[in-house]
């Protein structure tokens, strides 16, 4: 039943005939393969390679979580203090509105030779647009204005908003958001791509591995694991499971994690329905929210991100006094220690009542990445058709923006306020 229904879906996606279709640019990205822009991003990268320590990625949401989520996966985790050199260090601003965070970041960009990716394609999104304007001053105090200008590409809107108005006043170099992609599904646009290929990720294996996807996901059949994988979400959601926990055994895989959350969240949770999208991360979590999991309410399920193979190689040694008793386990990898806890926790799950999907990929670099985007893409606007709704909208965001602008006394909120004010 969920599979003829999820094929159902599939078909409205694929016809673009179902709600929302003017924001299905991101299924044709992998093959739209657009050289120049490319070519263009991997130029930036190598001039400010020569001329930034830092780059700062300003953008929130849709606009962040795409590239924080690649970097953390695929780049060393200490490059900075082991000076290998992939690039400039590639920091955030924007993605909240934390004044400690911007003020101790201001205090690292007064150090350093740094540049700035704007990136929004409203361009009045408050967090963003509130970090732009104090890195914009700054880098103009530090480099003068004509030197500031070459170290800010904005990525936004081809021709509308407040950032791309900027940008023209100021000459600054510009890549598109395009019209027909949402925030949530522009990993694969300059959105994604240009902080990563300014970091020395391969964009291009990144872009094949997403089109590989794109093949296995286009196929219409009970095979193609994008279909099957949001068949089984909804049989689940109709058992009750309303709360999905996407896992990892690897801490790589963490912001994947905080960008499934945007994508599914976003995507299904509105008109009253919706899988909650929740994540951990084991065997950490295992030691703070295993207790639940195994024995809380049984409303979840989870589905675990595996990774077959590490990339390095390190082994438990061998120690004489063996006072910790682990000498059993002495020229094991530490892999395998990681693989059996994954079956452990795999077959208590169950025998506690967790439903477990399990999803495989068999290395995380940039291939397996895109292909990785692209697979949860296109599953979450078949899962999303299956619950009847519209996946590429999201009109519950706008409810607090309206609040927060009207407590801060922005002109035309004036009414809202009053209401407000006397509920506070
Ligand atoms: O997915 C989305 O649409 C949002 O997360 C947006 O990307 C985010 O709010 C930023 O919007 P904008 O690009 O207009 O600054």
């Not at 990205?29 to 400010?48: F, V, Y």
């Not at 690039?87 to 003020?103: E, H, R, T």
């Not at 959105?191 to 089109?211: F, H, K, T």
């Given at each position: 039943m969920s599979l003829s229904k999820a094929l159902?879906?599939?078909?409205?996606?694929?016809?673009?005939?179902?709600?929302?279709?003017?924001?299905?640019?991101?299924?044709?990205?992998?093959?739209?393969?657009?050289?120049?822009?490319?070519?263009?991003?991997?130029?930036?990268?190598?001039?400010?390679?020569?001329?930034?320590?830092?780059?700062?990625?300003?953008?929130?949401?849709?606009?962040?979580?795409?590239?924080?989520?690649?970097?953390?996966?695929?780049?060393?985790?200490?490059?900075?203090?082991?000076?290998?050199?992939?690039?400039?260090?590639?920091?955030?601003?924007?993605?909240?509105?934390?004044?400690?965070?911007?003020?101790?970041?201001?205090?690292?960009?007064?150090?350093?030779?740094?540049?700035?990716?704007?990136?929004?394609?409203?361009?009045?999104?408050?967090?963003?647009?509130?970090?732009?304007?104090?890195?914009?001053?700054?880098?103009?105090?530090?480099?003068?204005?004509?030197?500031?200008?070459?170290?800010?590409?904005?990525?936004?809107?081809?021709?509308?908003?407040?950032?791309?108005?900027?940008?023209?006043?100021?000459?600054?170099?510009?890549?598109?958001?395009?019209?027909?992609?949402?925030?949530?599904?522009?990993?694969?646009?300059?959105?994604?791509?240009?902080?990563?290929?300014?970091?020395?990720?391969?964009?291009?294996?990144?872009?094949?591995?997403?089109?590989?996807?794109?093949?296995?996901?286009?196929?219409?059949?009970?095979?193609?694991?994008?279909?099957?994988?949001?068949?089984l979400r909804n049989l689940l959601y109709g058992k009750g499971k309303t709360i999905e926990i996407l896992v990892n055994f690897n801490p790589k895989l963490q912001y994947f994690a905080e960008w499934w959350k945007q994508l599914f969240g976003e995507s299904e949770g509105k008109e009253g329905k919706g899988i909650f999208p929740a994540s951990v991360n084991f065997t950490s979590d295992l030691h703070s929210m295993g207790q639940y999991i195994q024995e809380g309410e049984r409303i979840m399920f989870e589905t675990v991100l595996d990774v077959k193979h590490p990339a390095r190689e390190y082994s438990v040694g061998n120690d004489p006094a063996d006072v910790d008793g682990l000498n059993f386990l002495a020229g094991m990898e530490v892999e395998q220690v990681n693989k059996k806890a994954r079956a452990g926790t795999k077959l208590a799950h169950i025998d506690g009542g967790v439903p477990n999907i399990l999803l495989e990929a068999e290395r995380l670099d940039a291939f397996n990445l895109g292909a990785l985007f692209y697979f949860f893409e296109f599953a979450c606007g078949v899962s999303a058709y299956m619950l009847g709704i519209n996946p590429f909208d999201q009109p519950g965001v706008e409810d607090y923006k309206q609040n927060m602008f009207a407590l801060l006394g922005k002109p035309g909120y004036e009414e809202l306020a009053e209401k407000l004010k006397e509920r506070l």
């Open positions: 159902e879906a599939f078909d409205t996606l694929t016809t673009r005939k179902g709600r929302g279709n003017d924001y299905l640019g991101w299924l044709d990205l992998p093959t739209d393969n657009n050289r120049p822009e490319q070519d263009a991003m991997k130029k930036i990268a190598a001039e400010w390679k020569l001329k930034a320590q830092v780059v700062v990625v300003i953008g929130i949401g849709g606009t962040y979580l795409g590239s924080k989520t690649a970097l953390e996966a695929l780049l060393h985790p200490f490059a900075n203090e082991l000076a290998l050199n992939q690039g400039p260090k590639i920091l955030f601003a924007g993605q909240n509105l934390s004044q400690d965070y911007m003020a101790e970041l201001m205090d690292l960009l007064e150090e350093k030779e740094y540049a700035a990716i704007v990136i929004s394609k409203s361009g009045t999104t408050t967090e963003p647009a509130i970090a732009f304007r104090i890195i914009k001053n700054h880098l103009e105090t530090k480099y003068g204005k004509e030197e500031a200008a070459t170290r800010v590409i904005a990525v936004t809107d081809k021709s509308r908003g407040a950032l791309k108005e900027v940008a023209s006043k100021e000459g600054y170099r510009t890549f598109v958001i395009p019209d027909d992609v949402g925030g949530r599904y522009s990993v694969l646009t300059p959105v994604g791509l240009l902080p990563m290929a300014v970091a020395g990720v391969n964009i291009d294996s990144m872009i094949q591995g997403a089109a590989k996807m794109r093949e296995i996901c286009m196929e219409r059949s009970g095979n193609n694991i994008a279909i099957q994988y949001a068949a």
